[in-house]
């Protein structure tokens, strides 16, 4: 099956991709360098932890492009199940293995919209005791967020592209579990989710 003639268009190409990643990488270096803490110290080294599944590829990218020791980690929140639209309710289905106390944590998320999980998640950190979290997230829908959503512990929101307001898949995104392995972003044709 062609997922390709499932798209309505394409959104970023995968070189688009690639470029902006590596512009993402610098900048998180650049700002972590400079915070002032040793690159020696395991606790003030970043900690990056993705939310999976959908920003699998985007960290695995992402992290080849900050120059600076890294620990990863993954923690799995479900909001949609196989919709189109967040229930608004995260729950956490597969905890961080790594701690975080007094870690500096970037958040690397595939898709930034109602903010829901994104806030879930930051409170979470905070309980568990991080210094400070930033946000990656490849693809930021502000049209579509209902809660408002502020980094901690002087923390940065990095954001690869501003998302029109469609259903998008491709490089990681999807739709029931699908087109995760596109190489680019596109718009999925609305017959095939409505």
Known sequence: MDFNAHIERILWTEEQISARVSELGSQITQDFSNSGSSSSSSSAAPMVVGVATGAFLFLADLVRKIRLPVSVDFVRI????????????????????IDVRDRNVIVVEDIVDTGNTLLFLMDYLKSKGASSMSVCTLLNKSAKRKVNVEVFGGGKFYCGFECPDNFVVGYGLDFAEQYRNLPYVGVLKPELYQ
């Open 78 to 97: 479900e909001s949609y199940g196989s919709g189109t639209v967040s229930s608004g309710k995260p729950k956490i289905t597969c905890d961080l293995k």
